[in-house]
């Protein structure tokens, strides 16, 4: 790309940028050098490649930069889905780096095959709007990137809570064990009720608090029935500030050991 400064400055930006947004380990921070290589470098070199010929004004350069970079991220993400490596910051990195260097180099062949007079730089006399509007663009697609890669709390979201029976490992489906799992958005209060037997059942109650994130397993069994019947097994779930309100409920069965417990 001899002659080509802006190609090779494209270039030597685009490496920069993917070895700094994958080493440094401050998200915020790699932000700022994932951005361009997201946003604008592989587009800018679509573009040298599309226009070699009539360079365009740099409002236009920009902003067909920008969206060109946006159509790229689009199309990689099903290319990236279905490649064995997944949707990955290194596998985009690479994608990006090798779009953007393998259009540059398609826009210095393309400069370098043209007739008589060599390519002028795009004019820089350009209205105040469509300056505006460029800038205007570029800074949309900077926030609308920045916001997709934070987090803010979620007032009014709603959480949930799982119950589960699955059978105790190596205990050949004599023996269960009921999990609850909280998802809420705050601690809250559970009675866990476990029926085992359809006549005389035997009741296995416990009451406990968990918060967001943490879950209660309770081990329950060998049923008391004929050796080898299957014994139904029904997990109620309530919420404290609920108590006649069915919150959870799952159902299973155990099998009656062969020999007595």
Request: net charge positive; proline share 8%; aromatic share 4%.
């Amino acid at each position: 790309m001899r002659g080509q400064r802006d190609l090779r400055l494209v270039t030597g930006l685009a490496a920069a940028c993917a070895a700094l947004g994958l080493a440094i380990p401050l998200a915020g921070l790699s932000l700022i050098f994932a951005a361009p290589l997201a946003l604008v470098l592989p587009g800018y070199a679509i573009v040298a490649a599309a226009f070699a010929r009539r360079p365009l004004d740099w409002p236009q350069t920009l902003l067909l930069s920008v969206a060109l970079s946006l159509c790229v991220l689009v199309l990689g993400g099903l290319l990236l889905n279905y490649a064995p490596g997944g949707i990955r910051a290194l596998s985009w990195a690479i994608l990006l780096v090798l779009v953007t260097l393998g259009a540059c180099r398609a826009a210095a062949l393309r400069r370098v095959r043209q007739s008589a007079a060599p390519i002028g730089r795009p004019r820089l006399r350009v209205r105040r709007r469509d300056a505006a509007l460029a800038l205007g663009g570029l800074a949309a697609a900077v926030v609308a990137v920045v916001l997709s890669a934070s987090s803010f709390p979620a007032e009014h979201a709603v959480g949930y809570t799982q119950l589960w029976i699955v059978p105790a490992p190596g205990s050949g489906e004599t023996r269960a064990r009921v999990g609850v799992r909280s998802d809420e958005q705050r601690p809250v209060d559970y009675d866990l009720r476990v029926k085992i037997g359809a006549e005389q059942p035997e009741i296995v109650h416990r009451s406990f608090s968990l918060a967001p994130g943490e879950e209660r397993i309770v081990a329950v069994g060998p049923a008391a029935a004929p050796p080898g019947t299957r014994v139904p097994v029904t997990a109620t779930l309530l919420r404290h500030n609920r108590p006649y309100r069915v919150y959870r409920r799952v159902k299973s069965s155990l099998v009656a050991p062969t020999q007595p417990r």
